[in-house]
């Protein structure tokens, strides 16, 4: 019996004449180079030519002609009017066929007629070329094969039967390899099929799927590459269930004994799996296209139990549905090759999700002189800054750098001891000790939040405390510092915050207290009676929480640690608590905790209600006056103290509408000096009421010893100035005697130091205004309120509030004493005052300094307190864009490799001192100015310029995520950079979008701009930041989006060399800083259009670039990103 199954007709075995013919065998795709450019005659063309010409012929009557089997569900409609229309346009007739239309039925005939023309050529047993030749022909031009769904009706007429017709398979297979039809059209007609048990036709299909399916491409417009997204998915979905149920077949077969054919379907349906899912590019479209779809669901939304309409694509949760349950099946075959390939595919699509957020974590690495310098720079210069910002600022370092936990604790811990055994004598010892214990367990329990990784971070601590004890020679340097065992203590804070468990904790104090038996042995003699100021700081934590917790409504003889109460219930017991934290260290103690626990604006605020309550009594005997003067005057200098120590925000209060601001915030403000703050002797604040003026000066000059009865100290202390200027003014005119001087200085200072305090605060400022030979009376009067009483004192305290006033006349006379190059001898308590003060060497240009300092610096590979503060006084001195541009020339004199990186992480930690102002002078001024000037391309060579570029990221991506946030205390200080020098860089106002703007918006000439009407609207828009209506008139996002102006012109030019590497780096390191382009990134920043450009560059024609330099949260930028990864 002839076996016709080889010409099977779509619509059921062939009969009739036709039959005869189906040896001929039919041409597929491999014969396109065996056979002529054009038909030759052959038997099915005579009979066609047989019924052009009218010739009889009965192979219509008896033919298995598609026309007269039944119509297939879903098949197109084969109506009598159709067939008259066959009948009468034969198909090898371009003149006559097809027939003029009415327009509006021009477009349902081309359908059809579509349809038809398949049939014919099948009937006619046309060859593939054949086929496509014809199809061109009838067809008019334009005609779009996707519109008209070619792939659909071809695979609809091919997959009719049991088997599928090789014939129409072959027309599709041409016209996917001529690209008549696009690969998602394909795909999408593919993942229609879905009758699994007809095994040929399934093969049939993945034969189809692995033509393409690791090759895939488009080159058209944004949607159609979207399109191509949602087909993927879609194949996606469809591969995983014709998986499941060749799993489900085999299982079956297994059970009946006969496996082989349900096992070879599965092999294959695997492995068109792995082929489509192993390349990068089809992971990267798969990934946009569940953007996409959860963007399509969030849009139109869900209602109350209904479903999504018009779903054009599988759901991502239908695919991992898929997933599971072809796990289910596959775990009960026991064929490890197939079950290892499918739990490779699994994994291939559970990452796709995530395929931007996996990165390897430097582990060749130990040190890391970023996070060291960022610590010690906060632990030296910003104990009171939040601790959410220093969470932030490691993160984001431990994030830039791909940091392992571990080796990251491991250095915060690192540069604490450091810290703590460089520290200075004195207040310095005690800051840095609340900053390690306290702050930084703090700094640790936040980062836990932040952890994401597999292992506990609580490993992670323990694991770094391990690496720790390895350092013995640093453990034993800080508890000979400190007189203590500091890991003991340590140990016993991480454990108490819930970072480390009490295994843990014990098991690392058993082999630190082993390590210690071979320390070398302190000695036993004047330390061993001291308490470590570990312990006195962790003790004095809960007292600063005891002082502040207490209500204003207890009585203070109830609560009597607290400043809350009612001061005039209990004003001699508030006196005994207050002169009892003068003694010693006590302040300093209480002022670290409660700074590295960011209690001290609230502990500050304490001081300055109490001084305010104590500046005016009414009605007071002299033993009431005495504690209210003395009340005032500790609160006084505590405050004085607090300010000069920890920075002036830390005292000043909210301002509020209406509020009446206290008096020591107006004098501290106006009338305080501080560094970097000039202050007018001629101010309206030191020109008070010349009555009160006189009274005072005629109380200082005659008066044995100062009034206290009825005093109003606030109005004392703001007449005290112009008090000063009329004994001056007498003294130098020869009126009062050197011996009245000293008088009236023992006067000022015998009862109330706070005086003294305000007196020299307006001769600094005094100083400054006169001429060489002006200022000797004037520096002979601060050296008399800074010396030793002459008279006898008859107040309580005075011994302590004279060492804490000439600690604050020490910090105030500084800034003067070395521009006068005077000196004055304050009276010394054994300990420096101001360790950190005039570091710079003497007649030395300050650039030289710089280069010296850095030069040292990058030897030794790591940044420590002294050279910090220099770095701190450079800057202040130079101004930011002096610093750093030296800085900058620094690096770029860098050529080997090691010593670039290294500089890199310096330069990064020194410009911490001030990152916002010194990120827009990099991002605004320098790197513009290396990039556009062209004698200047070659200092951008390899490798300095790819530390320039790493450096520039680093910074605009620490700024830009702290931008804002408040500035820190240090940084306050310093004077601000022109903001109209930024603005200026893009002249902007409310209405008229400015010249940038509109030349970032979109290029017309160029040929990948978006081009669609819906894409033309929004190609308008310059970057995703302003689809997300970023603020332009912030200097950063100014500065950004200039940058990346530039960037997009130096692709778009013609000129290449060391500038285009350089952007080329650039974009690396964001992406390497997984610095993804979405809402809050820098890279918001960059035009669309710059994406296409980017992607002719080698280097970073990659999917993963195109995902992290886009924002995939935008249908633009999802747009745009299918666009760039299709055309690769």
Request: proline residues 6%; hydrophobic residues 40%; neutral net charge.
């Amino acid at each position: 019996m002839r076996s016709r199954l080889a010409g099977q007709r779509p619509g059921g075995p062939s009969r009739g004449r036709l039959g005869r013919h189906l040896r001929l065998r039919t041409p597929g795709p491999t014969d396109l180079l065996a056979t002529p450019p054009f038909p030759t005659a052959s038997v099915a063309s005579s009979r066609a030519r047989d019924r052009v010409t009218g010739a009889p012929g009965k192979a219509e009557a008896g033919s298995g002609h598609p026309l007269g089997a039944p119509s297939p569900p879903g098949s197109w409609p084969r109506s009598p009017a159709a067939l008259h229309n066959q009948s009468q346009a034969p198909f090898l007739s371009p003149q006559s066929w097809p027939p003029p239309l009415p327009p509006a039925q021009s477009e349902i005939m081309k359908v059809v007629n579509l349809k038809q023309a398949i049939l014919q050529a099948w009937k006619e047993r046309w060859s593939d070329y054949q086929w496509a030749i014809n199809m061109k022909k009838f067809f008019p031009k334009g005609a779009t094969w996707d519109i008209l769904n070619l792939a659909d009706a071809l695979l609809e007429q091919a997959m009719i039967g049991p088997s599928p017709n090789p014939l129409i398979l072959s027309y599709l297979k041409y016209a996917i390899s001529s690209q008549m039809v696009s690969y998602s059209s394909v795909l999408t007609a593919i993942s229609k099929f879905d009758d699994f048990s007809r095994d040929l036709c399934v093969q049939a299909l993945l034969d189809i799927m692995d033509m393409f399916c690791d090759r895939l491409s488009c080159h058209g417009k944004a949607e159609e590459c979207i399109g191509l997204c949602r087909a993927l998915l879609s194949a996606l979905h469809w591969l995983l269930r014709c998986t499941a149920a060749s799993a489900e077949r085999l299982r079956e077969g297994l059970e009946a004994g006969t496996p082989a054919a349900g096992e070879k379907q599965l092999a294959m349906c695997l492995q068109r799996l792995e082929k489509t899912l192993s390349s990068t590019k089809n992971r990267a479209l798969l990934h946009i296209a569940k953007l996409e779809e959860a963007s399509l669901h969030t849009s139109q939304g869900l209602g109350q139990g209904g479903t999504r309409a018009n779903q054009p694509t599988a759901s991502w949760t239908a695919i991992e549905h898929s997933l599971l349950k072809l796990g289910e099946i596959l775990a009960n075959l026991s064929n490890p090759q197939l079950r290892s390939q499918a739990e490779q595919c699994g994994t291939l699509i559970r990452s796709i999700p995530t395929m931007l957020s996996v990165h390897a974590e430097q582990m060749h690495k130990t040190g890391f002189p970023t996070v060291h310098a960022v610590i010690l720079l906060e632990g030296t210069m910003n104990l009171t800054g939040e601790t959410q910002s220093l969470v932030e600022q490691l993160t984001m370092v431990k994030r830039m750098q791909h940091i392992p936990t571990p080796l990251f604790v491991l250095e915060i811990w690192k540069a604490c001891f450091v810290g703590l055994i460089e520290s200075p004598e004195g207040t310095e010892e005690l800051k840095w000790t609340a900053f390690t214990f306290l702050k930084i367990p703090q700094v640790l329990v936040k980062l836990k939040k932040y952890s994401h990784g597999d292992k506990d971070f609580t490993e992670d601590v323990n694991c770094a405390f391990e690496f720790l004890l390895k350092l013995t020679p640093l453990l034993d340097k800080a508890d000979q510092r400190c007189n203590c065992d500091c890991t003991n203590f340590l140990l016993q804070e991480c454990g108490k915050q819930g970072l480390l468990s009490e295994a843990s904790v014990n098991n690392l104090m058993a082999k630190r207290k082993a390590d210690r038996e071979h320390a070398p042995q302190q000695k036993s003699g004047e330390n061993a009676n001291i308490q470590p100021n570990i312990q006195l700081i962790l003790r004095a934590e809960p007292t600063v929480t005891n002082i502040l917790k207490c209500s204003s409504g207890l009585d203070f003889l109830s609560c009597p640690q607290t400043m809350d109460a009612d001061h005039s219930k209990s004003p001699e017991g508030l006196l005994g608590v207050l002169g009892h934290m003068l003694s010693g260290k006590s302040l300093d103690l209480l002022l670290a905790a409660a700074a590295a626990t960011g209690k001290l604006k609230s502990f500050a605020r304490k001081f300055i209600n109490l001084n305010e309550f104590t500046t005016y009594g009414s009605e007071e005997s002299t033993k009431p006056a005495s504690v209210r003067a003395l009340l005032f005057d500790i609160s006084f200098l505590m405050l004085c103290h607090v300010a000069q120590t920890y920075g002036s925000e830390v005292i000043l209060s909210e301002s509020r509408t209406g509020a009446e601001v206290p008096f020591f915030e107006t004098w501290m403000q106006t009338c305080m000096p501080e560094e970097g703050k000039i202050l007018n002797p001629d101010h309206p604040c030191f020109r008070p009421d010349s009555t009160k003026v006189e009274s005072l000066v005629a109380l200082l000059n005659n008066s044995s010893e100062m009034k206290l009865v009825q005093m109003k100290w606030h109005e004392a202390c703001l007449s005290i100035s112009a008090a000063i200027l009329e004994i001056l003014n007498a003294w130098e005119n020869g009126v009062l005697a050197f011996e009245s001087i000293q008088k009236i200085t023992d006067n000022i200072k015998g009862k109330v130091c706070s005086l003294a305090v305000c007196a020299v605060a307006w001769l600094v400022a005094h100083v400054r205004m006169l001429g060489l030979d002006e200022r000797e009376k004037s520096l002979q009067m601060i050296r008399q309120l800074a010396g030793p009483l002459f008279s006898e004192n008859t107040l309580q305290f005075y011994n302590e509030r004279v060492v804490i006033m000439n600690s604050i006349l020490e910090r105030m006379c500084a800034d003067v004493l070395q521009q006068t190059a005077t000196q004055i001898k304050f009276p010394s308590t054994g300990v420096d005052t101001m360790p950190y003060w005039n570091l710079l060497p003497p007649k030395r240009p300050i650039k030289e300094v710089l280069t010296d300092i850095f030069a040292k610096v990058l030897e030794k590979g790591w940044v420590d307190s002294r050279s910090i503060h220099i770095f701190d006084t450079l800057l202040h001195m130079g101004g930011v864009y002096w610093f750093c541009n030296n800085l900058i020339k620094e690096l770029l004199k860098e050529t080997r490799k090691e010593h670039t990186l290294r500089a890199v992480e310096l330069l990064y930690s020194i410009f911490c001192l001030d990152m916002q102002q010194v990120t827009l002078v990099l991002l605004g001024h320098i790197l513009p100015g290396l990039l556009t000037d062209s004698s200047k391309w070659h200092s951008l060579m390899d490798p300095p310029g790819t530390a320039l570029a790493k450096l520039a990221v680093w910074c605009a991506l620490s700024s830009y995520s702290s931008h804002k946030g408040q500035a820190s205390t240090r940084q306050k200080k310093r004077h601000r950079e022109d903001i109209e020098d930024y603005i200026s860089l893009f002249p902007l106002d409310d209405v008229q979008p400015s010249k940038l703007m509109r030349l970032l918006s979109s290029n017309e000439d160029d040929a990948n701009i978006l081009s669609s009407p819906t894409d033309r609207s929004m190609s308008s828009s310059l970057s995703a930041s302003q689809l997300h209506t970023v603020n332009m008139r912030d200097p950063l996002n100014r500065v950004l989006a200039n940058l990346f102006l530039l960037i997009s012109s130096i692709l778009g030019s013609r000129t290449a060399g060391p500038h285009t590497q350089f952007v080329q780096w650039f974009m690396e390191e964001c992406v390497d800083c997984l610095e993804q382009g979405g809402r809050g990134s820098v890279l918001q920043f960059m035009p669309f259009t710059t994406v296409s450009e980017l992607v002719k560059v080698s280097a970073m024609s990659s999917p993963k670039v195109v995902l992290a330099i886009t924002d995939l949260s935008l249908p633009l930028g999802r747009q745009v990103a299918a666009k760039a990864i299709a055309a690769l």
